[in-house]
Structure formats: structure tokens, C-alpha cells
């Protein structure tokens, strides 16, 4: 058990579709970070949260968005998504962002987009 | 520019030592973390360097060397348990921003 949750583990949509992602940590962080995991591919780094402010978008497309109402909620609302977007998307935490530190990541979210 | 290269695969025996090695080159560079993802899995934190040397904890020992871009994960007495995927990731930026590899598939056999 690491702390982070991530609902739901798996996802299925159609391109046309709106759908979001849940990430919860229990850790008392107050940073928070989406990424995305394709097949052979690396981590890349989505989005970043720093006590509830948005501190990075690494050039994700809009049909991404981010939503992070406290410190212990991440949510990525996903619409009009693109087969290429099928990944791993994982939800990390860690104490802050300002400083360099150990990120506790949850289990991820498969998602295929037919 | 952000690079963060790695082996893609490795095989070892059980019992024995592995080293994974990583080169890296990040601006900004403020250390050099190791995660271990088995299948399916979330990624789970080994190791955190950021001065030059040896880290070791049980098992497993992290290198870094800042002048050379680069650093090893080095793995004793291997167990079945211990075939996964090991993430090479360096801190760039002022904060708590990392780079990852794209990991190192080790497959441990009897």
C-alpha cells in the first residue's frame, strides 16, 4: 500500500467520449503529478500541482485537463481522446514540489481508447 | 536537452550481482533517482543520489558520478522477486520535476 489510490484501474472509451480519473493520497503531501506510461516508451511528466497551483503542463493537448481541488485530490477529465492516447496514467505524490524528494506513485489507470 | 539512457533488457542468474547502468543529461541536474515498477505495478522508490559515491541499502547500492553523466544500480544476491523493470530518473529544474528513462527490463532466472 503506497499511500496513493487511483480509480479507476481500468478504462475503456470511444474517442467521443468524457470521462475522468481519480487520484487520492493519504500521505499528507501537498504536491501532486500526473504521468503517462506508453508501452517501451518514458514516464513522461503531464502536470504538476504544488499546494493546489498548477506549476507545470509539459505541452499536454487540451482534450487533458487537470483539477486539483485540495491536496489530496487529483482528477484528469479526459474528452475527445485519440487511440495513441491508450496508456498507463499514474498519479504520484510528494511532500512538495519546491524541493527535490522520494514522489510515491499510485498503481495507475490502463486506459484504452477505441 | 533532457536524455535519460538506460539497457532496454538484462538477464542474470539467481545469486548472482547485476549492475544497471544509466547515463544522463538533464540542465538543472539536482540528483539521480532509481524506482523499480514490476508488471502492472505502481513504480516504488529504491535509491536517491546527489553527491558523487555509493549509496548502499541492503541489496541494493546506487553510484553517481556528476562529472560523467552517469550512475549504476547494482543488485547482490538476486532473487526471482527482483525481475522488473528498474527506472533510471534525473531531477532537472529547481524543483521536483523528474526525467525518466525508459528502464531496464531485468529478467532473473533460476
Known amino acids: 500500500e503506497t499511500g496513493v489510490t487511483q480509480t479507476p484501474r481500468h478504462l475503456v472509451m470511444g474517442m467521443t467520449n468524457k470521462k475522468s480519473l481519480k487520484c487520492e493520497q493519504h500521505l499528507g503531501h501537498n504536491a501532486m503529478y500526473w504521468y503517462k506510461q506508453s508501452a517501451k516508451k518514458p514516464l513522461e511528466l503531464m502536470f504538476v500541482?504544488?499546494?493546489?497551483?498548477?506549476?507545470e503542463n509539459n505541452s499536454v493537448p487540451s482534450r487533458f485537463s487537470p483539477e486539483c481541488p485540495n491536496s489530496s485530490h487529483l482528477f484528469l477529465h479526459l474528452h475527445t481522446l485519440q487511440p495513441e492516447d491508450s496508456a498507463l496514467y499514474l498519479c504520484?505524490?510528494?511532500?512538495?514540489?519546491?524541493?527535490?524528494?522520494?514522489?510515491?506513485f499510485g498503481p495507475g489507470t490502463r486506459l484504452t481508447v477505441l | 536537452g533532457q536524455n535519460i539512457d538506460q539497457p532496454t533488457e538484462m538477464t542474470a542468474t539467481e545469486g548472482a550481482i547485476v549492475q544497471i547502468n544509466c547515463t544522463y543529461q538533464?540542465?538543472?541536474?539536482?540528483?539521480l533517482f532509481w524506482y523499480q515498477q514490476h508488471a502492472g505495478e505502481a513504480p516504488t522508490f529504491l535509491s536517491y543520489?546527489?553527491?558523487?559515491g555509493l549509496e548502499e541499502k541492503g541489496r541494493f547500492s546506487s553510484f553517481l558520478s556528476r562529472s560523467k553523466g552517469y550512475s549504476y544500480l547494482l543488485l547482490k544476491e538476486l532473487q526471482m522477486k527482483d525481475s522488473a523493470s528498474y527506472l533510471c530518473a534525473g531531477g532537472a529544474g529547481g524543483y521536483n520535476k523528474l526525467i525518466f528513462g525508459a528502464g531496464t527490463r531485468l529478467a532473473v532466472h533460476p
Open positions: 543520489n546527489v553527491l558523487d
Open positions: 538533464t540542465s538543472g541536474f539536482n540528483g
Open positions: 504520484a505524490s510528494s511532500q512538495d514540489s519546491g524541493n527535490v524528494g522520494e514522489q510515491f
Open positions: 500541482y504544488n499546494f493546489k497551483e498548477q506549476t
